[in-house]
């Protein structure tokens, strides 16, 4: 499970989602690799989703830009 994302090629300069960061009236609940974008596309995209009142849903796309990805290192 990522649980948190860096994008952009200097990480002093770029942005960061992760876990349970405040996004509008929501929160980010999950941050997935999209499996069927790598296989129509050969490229890798990365989706995040918040979860408000209403719901989840997606609230970004990132695709093509240089990444650093932290797991979540919960073993139970």
């Known amino acids: 499970m990522i649980r948190k994302i860096v994008i952009g090629r ?5 942005m960061a ?10 929160k980010v ?3 997935t690799q999209d499996e069927s ?4 596309y050969s490229s890798i995209r990365y989706l995040i989703y ?9 609230w970004k796309a990132i695709d093509n830009m ?5 797991y979540d290192l ?3």
């Open 10 to 14: 200097d990480p002093k300069d770029a």
């Open 17 to 26: 989602y992760y876990i349970g960061m405040r996004a509008g009236a929501g």
């Open 29 to 31: 609940v999950a941050i």
């Open 37 to 40: 974008y790598l296989y129509k």
């Open 50 to 58: 918040t979860e408000n009142d209403e719901g989840t849903m997606l």
């Open 66 to 70: 240089p990444c650093i990805l932290e």
């Open 74 to 76: 919960k073993f139970d």
